[in-house]
């Protein structure tokens, strides 16, 4: 099952709405067992075949009264895909192993049931606190409606994350940014608010060698669709998709430039401060599909975020880098988890990344 885990990681970010399923065909010998055929969901999304289907049809014959180990409970409707279970019990498959039920309604158990009434022998929940972190974006959206969020940030020895009037300022060192950029390439999404867009003017693709595909889809909470239409984000819009969230009272002429320009807009209804809100925003990416999204700042959305108890995972950098001048704080509710007030949080892990300390949270489900 760790084998199947491991592999299910391959194509994080890259099956939404679909999760990235592992699936390992298992035959047990006189030497001892063998993995026969492997499966990863593939890439792309609806309609693409599933981990099972991809494991079971390069095993073959040898599918016959062999195990299947998977990370995620079959399926057993028809969706755009034909059901799992129905592929598994034709291929013979005597033994299933699964680590995670599906909380989808239309799976919730009778996956198992269907197979366990065909006669195959199923053990569920193996090693299944291990394989959520792969599922976690999956789980989340169909118990939360809503996508797993990671709110990442780099923050100076003196408590900075920017500088007023500096554009880009360096915080972390090269190896945290080559981390953040896997980091990005696992997501199915990157969100920044249009403070960042504007001041920065990221582009937020992938750039380690020979992973520019892995681009996840870029998001920005712009509730006045302010962004420019020469920034880098727009530029590269149909290269690498683009989707502005913004307030139901943007002006339509700059809606219009930005769909224009290749920039997928969607209007959501704003809270009393005019803002888009957070809450409708992220129920509208879960309904389109996306299952996880990194947030990469600024303050001012981050905090937003943590006050409405809409971040699951935190990693914060630390440097030994002096901001100075006139600084952009991190979020208040950053500096205080840094204190030690961790609210919901709690500490998962902390490790030296280059120069940087790399700090990790996670929410408590309570
Ligand atoms: N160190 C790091 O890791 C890091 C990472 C990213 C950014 N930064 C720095 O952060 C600074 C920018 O931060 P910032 O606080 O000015 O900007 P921000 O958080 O990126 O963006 C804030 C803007 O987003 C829009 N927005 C839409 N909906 C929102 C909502 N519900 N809540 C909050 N904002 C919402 C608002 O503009 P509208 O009202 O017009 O929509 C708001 O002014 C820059 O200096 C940048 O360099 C640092």
């Keep these: 099952m760790r084998a199947a885990i491991a592999y299910a990681r391959r194509n994080l970010g890259r099956t939404w709405p679909n999760p990235s399923v592992g699936a390992l065909v298992v035959r047990f010998e006189a030497a001892g067992p063998r993995v026969v055929a492997r499966g990863v969901t593939e890439a792309g999304g609806r309609g693409k075949p599933h981990a099972e289907r991809i494991a079971l049809a390069a095993a073959g014959a040898a599918a016959r009264g062999a195990a299947l180990y998977v990370t995620l409970e079959p399926c057993s409707h028809y969706g755009t895909t034909p059901p799992c279970v129905e592929a598994i019990i034709a291929a013979g498959i005597a033994r299933v192993v699964v680590a995670q039920g599906d909380p989808d309604s239309r799976v919730a158990g009778r996956g198992v049931k269907i197979l366990r009434d065909a006669g195959i022998e199923v053990k569920a929940e193996v090693l299944a606190d291990t ?145 888009v809100d957070p809450r409708h925003a992220m129920a509208s990416l879960a309904w389109k599909g996306i299952t996880s999204v990194l947030v990469e700042g600024g303050a001012a959305l981050g905090q937003e975020l943590l006050g409405l108890d809409l971040v699951d995972e935190l990693a914060i950098y630390r440097s030994d880098v002096i901001v100075g001048g006139e600084r952009i704080a991190a979020p208040a509710a950053v500096t205080a988890i840094l204190a030690g007030d961790v609210g919901r949080f709690e500490w998962t892990a902390n490790h030296q990344v280059g120069a940087d300390r790399l700090y990790e949270f996670r929410r408590r489900l309570y």
């Design 131 to 275: 394989a959520e972190a792969g599922l976690a974006g999956h789980i989340t959206r169909m118990r939360r409606g809503r996508p797993f969020i990671t709110f990442k940030l780099a923050v100076s020895a003196d408590g900075a994350i920017g500088q007023a009037g500096a554009g880009q300022v360096a915080i972390s060192g090269p190896e945290a940014r080559g981390r953040v950029h896997i980091l990005r390439a696992e997501h199915d999404a990157i969100l920044i608010g249009v403070g960042t867009a504007l001041i920065d003017d990221p582009e937020l693709t992938v750039r380690l060698p020979g992973m520019a595909h892995r681009s996840p889809v870029r998001i920005v909470f712009d509730s006045r669709a302010r962004l420019p239409l020469d920034s880098r984000l727009v530029v590269t819009a149909r290269d690498v998709p683009v989707w502005l969230v913004t307030g139901e009272m943007a002006p339509r002429h700059r809606i219009e430039a930005l769909r224009a320009a290749g920039v997928d807009v969607l209007p959501v209804p704003t809270g009393p401060d005019g803002r």
